[in-house]
């Protein structure tokens, strides 16, 4: 019975990975700007971006064949030809990564390095160490499994006090007013739309990742109509963070990430303080002796 099923459900993902893949080179392909290219201007375009037949030529594959592709049929592309693909879509290394992977291909990089997903209690030590710089660290699919004082007052949250599967990022933000109230970021869910779909396409068909979506999709239909709708992969950087307080107001933090491993391994991140008014927030919650 079970060896009988077993090929039924390889050919399920298969086919829902085809599709996720048409509909991201479908999504690339309407973003670009023909003119920024050098395309010619030939007739009216009655949608925006570029048409099947110029991408297919800039990548130098058939009309019929790159049509397929991005239909999400079976032609199955060679790392070349989808390589020659990405340029022509003008991919950033992480989206010629997604679409590999969601070609079913090795992305064109070192294997993955193992990581440790245990935390010890010398990692402990050295978030304690970081105060009053607030510092947690995260699974790949944001999941956050350590954490100091100072983060917790940051967010405004007593991580002890949240259940394990609901210390998540993203799950928090969606669910939680306070953790959502101080990030000041009116883009922040669309980015965490694309995080995750960076993150998710090496995981597909992963009962973890695909739980942890579903419990996206049932807490925000916002969420799930963005997934549905756009396209877009990135993935996280360190850049300026803008955060609401009820006491101390509006300030700026720089965030910073180190990675355990080149890829899906833990990462620490930290927030600095890049100005006056950062500093003296964080130095305010250092003094707050208990509670967010």
């Given amino acids: ?65 790159y049509t397929w592709l991005e239909q999400g049929r079976e032609v199955n592309p060679s790392a070349t030809v989808l390589t020659a693909v990405a340029v022509a879509l ?3 290394p992480l989206e010629t990564r997604h679409l590999f992977v969601l070609a ?25 160490s970081l105060m009053p710089q607030p ?7 944001f999941d956050i499994v350590a954490w100091n004082s100072s983060f917790c007052r940051l967010m405004g949250i007593d991580f002890d006090t949240i259940a394990p599967e609901d210390r998540n990022c993203i799950y928090l933000y969606l669910t939680h007013p306070v953790w959502r109230a101080r990030i000041d970021d009116p883009e922040v869910l669309s980015t965490f739309v694309s995080y995750f779909r960076a993150a998710m396409a090496e995981h ?36 300026v963070k803008w955060f609401n ?33 950062g500093e003296q927030a964080l130095a305010w919650l250092d003094a707050q002796a208990v509670g967010p």
Wanted: hydrophobic letters at 35%.
């Fill in 104 to 128: 079913g291909l090795t992305p064109p990089e070192s294997p993955q390095m193992p990581h440790c997903e245990g935390i010890s209690e010398g990692t402990r030590r050295m978030l304690d």
């Fill in 245 to 277: 307080h009820p006491q101390l107001g509006r300030f700026s933090l720089q965030q910073m990430y180190w990675f355990s491993a080149p890829r899906n391994g833990s990462r620490l991140l930290v927030y600095l303080p890049m100005d006056e008014a």
């Fill in 204 to 239: 597909r068909g992963d009962p973890e990742w695909e739980n942890k979506l579903a419990r996206f999709f049932a807490v925000s239909p916002q969420f799930e109509a963005l997934w549905h709708q756009r396209y877009d992969v990135r993935g996280v950087e360190n850049k």
């Fill in 1 to 65: 019975m079970t060896i009988l099923l077993q090929p039924e459900a390889s050919i399920v993902a298969t086919d829902d990975r085809r599709k996720q893949l048409g509909a991201f080179l479908r999504a690339r392909r309407e973003s670009l700007d023909p003119q920024r290219l050098g395309l010619p201007r030939v007739g009216r375009r009655r949608t925006p971006g570029l048409r099947r037949e110029e991408v297919a030529m800039l990548a130098d594959v058939g009309v019929t064949w």
């Fill in 90 to 92: 003008q991919c950033s």
């Fill in 135 to 141: 510092a947690s660290i995260q699974r790949s699919n």
